[in-house]
């Protein structure tokens, strides 16, 4: 008997040690989770359809007041370099976190454009400076710049903010930390994405509803990514009525071309006329804080603890990085609501 009692923690110890939550030392931690998993198709489509959505949205925006060469030749490349590095970033955490903890079923956290921001800065601080300062090449070359450095001080105080994160995440009810999220999507993204959808029904209204379907009732159609259909169905109305021409595609193609995400430091060369229009990115980097401490929560809620701290230096380091490279992207980039959609695919990483 005394030896099955001197046995039995020894074997729950063993057992422990295999279990899901137990750190895996025998493992690197760059294997710590499959590099790829079905699930993971569709929760890319999501990603990837989100931020092109946004993207887009955001210069078709500025196409009004910016010429092509500020868009597709400054702010799409810092755009799409710090997408890498940010997508990269939440990669290593996962790969790290999981390592740590022994969890194989973890889902990094979901990256890309702060969508609120982009309209946000694109009206409030773009728009605004363009007519003030009386319109015209100088006025577009002045507001691109005040949109970057604006950007690159958002960066900088969500890096800041990064200490207290935990110290505002138990001090501050997770229910009151959703009012910065959804006053910004009511604004933002509710209003602003209804009246395009209005502005031509017969190309969005099925798509809409065909995204409804498939997210809150559960209608999907087998092996096919959940927003694949709806971009094909938008896509097909779009070119029967009219609003998708060949005219356009050329145009479109005129912009194809190799646009390297160098590094530029233009928009900070004469600080004395950008620095007093940045005073709207600290609200707005403010907002992104606490956005990043809510969806890290919402990320703990279903199982995967990442360090707060680390996540919001990621998006204030992937800010900086779109607004120092490629010529400078004034649009912000963070970690954003769908961790727990996505998981619930089957993603990983």
Not at 122 to 143: K, R
Not at 174 to 196: C, D, E, K, Q, R
Not at 232 to 247: C, D, H, N, Q, R
Not at 294 to 311: H, K, P, V, Y
Request: charged share 10%; glycine share 10%.
């Amino acid at each position: 008997m005394a030896s099955t009692n001197e046995e039995k923690p020894q074997a729950e110890k063993t057992a422990d040690a295999m279990s899901p939550a137990a750190p895996m030392a025998d493992v690197k931690w760059y294997r710590s989770l499959p590099l790829f998993v079905p699930g993971d198709v569709d929760a890319f489509a999501g990603l990837f359809s989100n931020n092109l959505a946004t993207m887009l949205a955001g210069a078709q925006m500025l196409s009004s007041i910016l010429p092509a060469e500020i868009i597709f030749g400054r702010i799409i490349p810092g755009v799409g370099l710090s997408m890498l590095v940010g997508c990269t970033y939440y990669m290593v955490q996962a790969l790290l976190t999981a390592s740590k903890t022994g969890q194989t079923k973890l889902c990094c956290l979901p990256f890309g454009i702060n969508t609120p921001g982009v309209f946000a800065f694109n009206s409030g601080i773009i728009f605004a400076v363009y007519y003030s300062e009386g319109g015209g090449e100088q006025a577009a070359e002045l507001a691109w710049q005040v949109g970057v450095a604006a950007n690159f001080v958002q960066g900088v105080v969500n890096i800041s903010l990064s200490p207290f994160g935990p110290h505002i995440s138990r001090a501050v009810p997770m229910v009151a930390l959703l009012g910065s999220i959804s006053s910004v999507g009511i604004a933002w993204l509710y209003a602003n994405t209804m009246m395009a959808e209005f502005a031509w029904p017969l190309v969005t209204i099925a798509p809409f509803f065909l995204i409804l379907s498939a997210l809150l009732a559960g209608v999907k159609i087998p092996h096919v990514p959940t927003t694949i259909l709806p971009v094909i169905v938008g896509g097909i109305l779009a070119w029967i009525s009219g609003k998708a021409t060949f005219e356009g595609v050329s145009e479109a193609a005129d912009q194809i071309g190799w646009k390297p995400a160098l590094l530029h430091l233009t928009p900070f060369q004469d600080p004395a006329r950008v620095m007093p229009y940045v005073g709207i990115a600290i609200p707005l980097a403010l907002t992104v804080a606490i956005g990043s401490i809510q969806i890290r929560a919402m990320a703990a809620n279903s199982g995967d603890e990442f360090n707060l701290r680390w996540t919001m230096v990621g998006d204030g380091l992937a800010t900086i990085v779109a607004s120092f490279f490629g010529g400078g992207s004034p649009w912000g980039m963070t970690v954003f609501i769908g961790h727990g959609a996505f998981k619930a695919m089957g993603a990983q990483v």
